[in-house]
Nanobody, 120 residues
Framework: QVQLVESGGGLVQPGGSLRLSCVAS????????MGWYRQAPGKQRELVAT???????NYADSVKGRFSVSRDNAKNTVYLQMNSLKPEDTAVYYC??????????????WGQGTQVTVSS
């Protein structure tokens, strides 16, 4: 069972930046596409970015041009660089392995997530 540990969240002012990290246990990380999700209070969890094992990336329209996803397979880690943060980016952020297709499916158990709060 792969375990995911997200970190790097915090309180940041509008316009600021944060870099989130997600470390996966085990030795199968490099085989999988990874996704970053977020869940704001009272809302459903939404997919914000994906990166394939070949480092192809895709972003939700709401974060395109502001967020950047990357991965380091040697460290079993996926990153989310978040710039020009807005109050509406406030959420708990999670990562997971994903199966990409018309419908994106998560493959592993969720970690605890990391809270991002954008507020002045």
């Amino acid at each position: 069972q792969v375990q995911l540990v997200e970190s790097g969240g915090g309180l940041v002012q509008p316009g600021g930046s944060l870099r989130l990290s997600c470390v996966a246990s085990g030795n199968i990380f490099s085989r999988y596409a990874m996704g970053w999700y977020r869940q704001a209070p009272g809302k459903q969890r939404e997919l914000v970015a994906t990166i394939t094992s070949e480092r192809g990336t895709n972003y939700a329209d709401s974060v395109k041009g502001r967020f950047s996803v990357s991965r380091d397979n040697a460290k079993n880690t996926v990153y989310l660089q978040m710039n020009s943060l807005k109050p509406e980016d406030t959420a708990v952020y999670y990562c997971n392995a994903v199966a990409l297709g018309n419908v994106v499916s998560v493959l592993w158990s969720w970690g605890q997530g990391t809270q991002v709060t954008v507020s002045s």
